[in-house]
């Protein structure tokens, strides 16, 4: 069974930092592009950021550009999102989603999501 | 970015019901739309890829249409555990973008 556990989150002042984790299992990690996605309490979902499976490409929504960096360790079969300069409107359940393929193309699709874990940015 | 625009953003409806969502994109994007269905408390599950594709160990109740701008996911004979909020969601181009959602309620 594909699995994804997403740790890492909690409460951060804003400006500071947080490095979120996903530990995948179930499937071959370092064949698949894997992905962030956010949801803000009570909102909608918001893509965040992809990688490909061999770390070749990386993704980012402009809401993220410059502050945040995805990251693969395919010997750990885990992925990470390191997140700079938090803003109280970064403050959501974070989900990791594994992708189709190991590319991040058009036609792709998330499957499975992980729990998600929650980082809440205040004072 | 592309925007996707969920219709109703809620709705009402009893066990057996046939029910239909409608999500539109600012621009086409051929058949690469999907659909996920969302429980409180839960990440979302894929139902529907590439528009009309059943995902696997999805109810066959489920099914999704359309193509260009405009689909729509239809779920007959609606039953207890489909009480949920439905995301369709764009692969054409980056971003990736979802629609609002769609609440479905019991009547």
């Known amino acids: 069974e594909e699995q994804l556990l997403e740790s890492g989150g909690g409460l951060v002042q804003p400006g500071g930092s947080l490095r979120l984790s996903c530990a995948a299992s179930?499937?071959?990690?370092?064949?698949?592009?894997m992905n962030w996605v956010r949801q803000s309490p009570g909102k909608g979902l918001e893509w965040v950021s992809a990688?490909?499976?061999?770390?070749?490409?990386?993704y980012y929504a402009d809401s993220v550009k410059g502050r945040s960096t995805i990251s693969r360790d395919n010997s750990k079969n885990t992925l990470y999102l390191q997140m700079n300069s938090l803003r109280v409107e970064d403050t959501a359940v974070y989900y990791c989603?594994?992708?189709?393929?190991?590319?991040?193309?058009?036609?792709?699709?998330?499957?499975?999501w992980g729990q998600g874990t929650l980082v809440t940015v205040s004072s | 970015d592309i925007q996707m625009t969920q219709s109703p953003s809620s709705l009402s409806a009893s066990v057996g019901d046939r029910v239909t969502i409608t999500c539109r994109a600012s621009?086409?994007?051929?058949?690469?739309l999907n659909w996920y269905q969302q429980k409180p408390g839960k990440a979302p599950k894929l139902l529907i890829y590439?528009?009309?594709s059943l995902q696997s160990g999805v109810p066959s109740r489920f099914s999704g249409s359309g193509s260009g701008t405009d689909f729509t996911l239809s779920i007959s004979n609606l039953q207890p555990e489909d009480f949920a909020t439905y995301y369709c969601?764009?692969?054409?181009?980056?971003?990736?973008?979802f629609g609002g959602g769609t609440k479905v309620e019991i009547k």
């Open positions: 989603a594994k992708d189709r393929g190991s590319s991040w193309t058009p036609g792709n699709w998330f499957d499975p």
């Open positions: 179930g499937f071959t990690f370092s064949s698949y592009a």
């Open positions: 990688i490909s499976g061999r770390a070749a490409g990386t």
């Open positions: 621009q086409s994007i051929y058949s690469y």
């Open positions: 590439d528009a009309s």
């Open positions: 969601q764009q692969s054409d181009t980056a971003p990736r973008t």
